[in-house]
């Protein structure tokens, strides 16, 4: 029943819609050709002018997406060796450290116990 029904109500709208869609197109058709010749001076005058102006900001953008880029692998090089300094050499520097106090005081023991 329900597909009965969806066909009936589908055939009554495209009877309804139909004859709309043939006005529409008369009416429409002749109204966007005389848009176009109208606008056609306009398009023309955007072409001229405007597409200059879009070269020269993409070209703009280009090369502040490279400057950043550029930018961007700078400071990532900077944090990388800044991590590599924190937790590589910064551990290696105070174990030599300790192992340099430790060793400085027992040789310091070792004199003392000499004299």
Same mark, same amino acid.
């Given at each position: 029943?329900? @597909? ?19 006005? @529409? ?91």
């Amino acid at each position: 029943m329900p @597909l009965i029904r969806f066909l009936l109500l589908g055939l009554l709208a495209l009877l309804v819609l139909m004859p709309l869609a043939g006005i @529409l197109t008369i009416i429409g058709l002749p109204l966007l050709a005389v848009g176009f010749i109208v606008g056609l001076p306009v398009l023309l005058l955007l072409a001229v002018v405007g597409f200059p102006v879009v070269v020269v900001l993409v070209l703009a953008l280009v090369a502040l997406g490279i400057i950043l880029g550029l930018l961007g692998l700078v400071v990532g090089l900077g944090i990388a060796a800044l991590k590599i300094a924190l937790f590589i050499a910064l551990p290696i520097f105070l174990i030599v450290w300790l192992v340099g106090r430790v060793s400085d005081r027992k040789k310091q023991q070792a004199r003392a116990a000499l004299h």
